[in-house]
């Protein structure tokens, strides 16, 4: 065994920390006031003050620290001339005493892919449904998402005086994930999680098919995992394109690491190498428990659809 711990527990080490820094970033925008929202591809597609200052903040903490690990961050932003101020340099200690994953232990810096959503639910942030926002730090290998770091600085804001806000989960493959309570639905309770704003015939006739008890629209992928391992619902169920890699990346690693799975809608994996599209296509289809059950309930037109 090497003496220093693994690249891969320094990094997610630094993650934690650094998406903590992000989360602080977030609130002291909303806090602000001025949230300085750019439209982006599309009408529900924006980018705030807060998106763009928080990826600054993680891009060049992690580059500037793991200079040759590849960063993807979600918003097109000139990477030089990042204020001192929103470097991050610290790394959370209690995750360095977990043993690296024999698996793991000797990737190399340079094999390793970092997918960073600074800001998800971007339109829930600006709507004020603020517990839906989540950074999202997801580090891949050799195409596969091996560990993230969630990190949702709204939560408790509802919980009032006294109460802490904001919480970092973080997991890696093989080790498990923690900063949550884990819990299981019933086998027999469908209750499926979808978005609140990016909707389509397609979305909604694959929820329906599901047989679902109760459906819970909400923004965000990393709030959608979220829902999913505190056992507020059973499926994420999104049939269309519109996640990308950096949606998919730290929430599918902190699910695996607790035995769930998540694939696109004909139930393949997505791959995460540096080089790969960002659009996941063919939706995104996870479940913490029963994968199969919701699989198999994929209309073959929808399939069809999302080749
Ligand atoms: P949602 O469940 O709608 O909150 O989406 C989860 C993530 O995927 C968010 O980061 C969204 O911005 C992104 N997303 C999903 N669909 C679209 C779309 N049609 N256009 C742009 N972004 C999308
Ligand atoms: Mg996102
Ligand atoms: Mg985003």
Request: hydrophobic share 40%; charged share 20%; aromatic share 8%.
């Amino acid at each position: 065994m090497s003496s220093s711990p693994a690249v891969l527990m320094r990094l997610v080490a630094s993650s934690f920390t650094i998406a903590e820094k992000a989360a602080t970033i977030v609130r002291n925008v909303m806090s602000g006031g001025d949230l300085g929202i750019v439209e982006k591809s599309g009408v529900d597609d924006l980018q705030t003050k807060a998106d763009r200052l928080a990826q600054q903040s993680i891009c060049a903490s992690l580059s500037r620290k793991f200079p040759k690990v590849t960063v993807i961050g979600e918003e097109e932003l000139p990477s030089e001339n990042v204020s001192e101020e929103l470097i991050e340099s610290g790394q959370n200690e209690e995750i360095l005493k977990y043993p690296c994953p024999s698996q793991y232990d000797c990737i190399k810096e340079e094999e390793l892919v970092v997918w960073v959503d600074p800001l998800d639910g971007t339109k829930e942030y600006t709507e004020g449904l603020l517990d839906h926002v989540t950074v999202l730090i997801g580090i891949a290998y050799e195409g596969k998402a091996i560990a993230g770091v969630i990190n949702q600085p709204y939560y408790n804001y509802e919980a009032g005086k006294g109460a802490v806000l904001g919480r970092t989960i973080w997991g890696v493959l093989g080790i498990g994930a923690f900063g949550f309570q884990l819990k299981e639905l019933p086998a027999e309770k469908h209750i499926v999680t979808t978005t609140r704003s990016h909707g389509n015939k397609l979305v909604n006739d694959c929820v329906t098919a599901m047989n679902p008890h109760s459906v819970i629209r909400v923004g965000g992928a990393g709030n959608k995992i979220i829902q999913l391992i505190e056992g507020k619902a059973s499926a994420y169920v999104f049939a269309s394109p519109g996640c990308k890699k950096w949606d998919t990346c730290a929430p599918e690693a902190i699910l695996h690491a607790v035995g769930g799975k998540l694939t696109d809608m004909n139930g393949n994996a997505y791959q995460y190498h540096k080089d790969v599209k960002y659009m996941n296509s063919a939706g995104v289809l996870a479940a913490l428990r029963n994968f199969d059950y919701y699989a198999s309930h994929v209309p073959e037109s929808v399939k069809q659809a999302l080749k």
